[in-house]
C-alpha cells in the first residue's frame, strides 16, 4: 500500500493493440459471413439434390429442371 501508482496499466493493453483487434473482429465477421452464406447455399443445392432424386425413385422420367427463357418483347 506504500504505492497506489504503480503498476496501474498492468491490466490495460498498449493503444496499438486496439487497432489490431478491430482487424481481427474484421477478419471474423467476414469469416463468419462467408460461412452463413455457403451453408444457405448448401441447403438450397441439398433440397434441389433431393428433389430430382425423389422423382428419380418414384420411376419418373425427364426429372431435370425445365428453365424456360423470359421472351423479348
Not at 441439398?46 to 428453365?67: H, L, P
Amino acid at each position: 500500500m506504500a504505492s497506489s501508482g504503480e503498476g496501474g496499466n498492468e491490466g490495460k493493453r498498449p493503444p496499438e493493440d486496439e487497432g489490431n483487434r478491430t482487424i481481427e473482429n474484421a477478419v471474423m465477421l467476414a469469416f463468419f459471413v462467408v460461412l452463413v452464406a455457403a451453408g444457405i447455399w448448401l441447403l438450397g443445392t441439398m433440397a434441389d439434390v433431393r428433389k430430382v432424386q425423389d422423382c428419380a425413385a418414384q420411376g419418373r422420367r425427364n426429372c431435370a429442371t425445365i428453365e424456360i427463357p423470359d421472351r423479348a418483347r
